[in-house]
């Protein structure tokens, strides 16, 4: 977002100027269903990664993601949906991999 657009938003929200707000609102949600790479970096969360891991494998800037999830409560949820996604994923992952285990030593599986 250029600095431009960030006195714009400033001002619209010192003025109350809800449609100029909405409009911000609409374009930071339209961007991020139109970015693959937004897209893959959710993806990569649901697998499990963290959020730096998942900005930089999918070359989504990590702070257009900060930027988004803080003027956007959408974004913010859809971020951490993925990541409870992704934790559930690594637990069940775990405990599978202990239950086929033979030692059933989970300190070992967990490395």
């Known amino acids: 977002m250029t600095k431009t657009a960030d006195l714009k938003g400033l001002a619209a ?3 109350g100027d809800i449609e100029a707000l909405n409009k911000e ?3 930071i949600n339209a961007r991020a269903q139109e970015d693959p790479r ?3 970096m959710i993806e990569r969360l649901r697998d499990g990664q963290s959020i730096r891991g998942a ?3 999918s ?3 990590i702070s257009s993601l900060y930027e988004w999830m803080d003027k956007e409560p959408e974004i913010r949820n859809l971020v ?3 990541k409870n996604e992704g934790l559930g994923t690594m637990e069940v992952n775990m405990m599978q991999a ?3 285990s033979d030692d059933k030593d989970w300190r070992a599986i967990s490395w």
Do not use: L
């Open 55 to 57: 900005c930089g494998s």
């Open 25 to 27: 609102t609409r374009n």
């Open 80 to 82: 951490e949906e993925a």
């Open 38 to 40: 937004f897209i893959e």
């Open 59 to 61: 070359r989504f800037p």
């Open 98 to 100: 202990i239950s086929q």
């Open 13 to 15: 929200r010192e003025a």
